[in-house]
């Protein structure tokens, strides 16, 4: 547990850590003993969430109870999957939506709700890409996951920086989803009339050049009839 003001980071016993996952904000009472050279303490009260996703394999065929192994061990214990989720066969790596937080006494409820890949994929949360290194081509890299740094072997480094739709200057007339993505008909039409979103600003695109290209090649019959029945309005 790392504190609010400035201070040494205080080690939590494993068992007393079960109700708290990675990111939360927790009330700790400290101990008066120290071990392994940290100052100890117990979770009196957890004050905030600090993750509504866990990234993780999953265990157990669908029909039968299905486990969400967290990728990263410190992000927590393994998290139940409700049956109401994704249909995932044993293996894959999931993005899973946090339905119920663990309490001490059981363990954290997950909605399976994207598929990320097999199980030879290792996802490591909160973790930055913090120097290369290799003799006239790369053959490792230096990776940050908060206060550890670790050097791993690669051949490879491919870079996707993610997508924020920076819609937030748009008018609230023009409806978005809970990330910001313009909501649009099949007619690439929004909420305005007149006013059409294409591309991967749209919500439910596909993010790919081909499709935005595409979409914006279908859209523009749109912009011309709504133009002429503009004009016979007028
Ligand atoms: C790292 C990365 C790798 C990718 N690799 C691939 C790939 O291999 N193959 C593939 O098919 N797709 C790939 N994509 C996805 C692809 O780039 C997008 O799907 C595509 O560019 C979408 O086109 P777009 O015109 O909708 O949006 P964009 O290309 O994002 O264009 C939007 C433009 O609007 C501008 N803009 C934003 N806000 C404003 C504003 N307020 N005023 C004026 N201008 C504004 C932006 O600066 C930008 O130039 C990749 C994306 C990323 C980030």
Redesign the pocket.
């Known amino acids: 547990m790392v504190p609010d003001q400035p201070g040494t980071p205080i080690g939590l016993p494993r068992g007393a850590v079960r109700p708290a996952m990675h990111g939360d904000r927790v009330l700790v009472e400290v101990q008066p003993h120290t071990s392994g050279g940290l100052q100890r303490g117990t979770i009196k009260e957890i004050l905030g969430h600090g993750q509504t996703r866990i990234i993780g394999v999953v265990h157990g065929e669908p029909g039968s109870e299905q486990l969400v192994v967290p990728s990263n061990a410190r992000y927590g214990d393994p998290a139940r999957a409700t049956q109401d989720g994704l249909a995932v066969p044993q293996g894959m790596v999931v993005s899973a939506e946090i339905v119920e937080y663990p309490t001490s006494y059981r363990s954290a409820v997950v909605r399976i709700d994207e598929i990320v890949g097999k199980d030879n994929i290792e996802v490591m949360l909160s973790t930055e890409v913090v120097g290369v290194g290799g003799d006239g081509r790369l053959e490792r890299l230096t990776l940050r996951t908060g206060g550890d740094v670790e050097e791993v072997p690669a051949d490879g480094l491919f ?5 924020e739709p ?2 937030e ?1 748009l008018p609230d007339e023009v409806e978005r989803d809970e990330r910001g993505f313009v909501l649009t008909g099949s007619d690439y039409g929004t909420s305005v009339p007149g006013v059409f979103a ?5 919500a439910g ?9 595409g ?2 090649s279908v859209v523009i019959q749109h912009v011309h009839r709504r133009l002429e029945q503009e004009a016979a309005r007028a």
């Open positions: 870079v996707l920086i993610g997508a920076r819609t200057w294409i591309g991967d600003v749209r695109s596909v993010k790919r050049v081909a499709s935005a290209v979409e914006g």
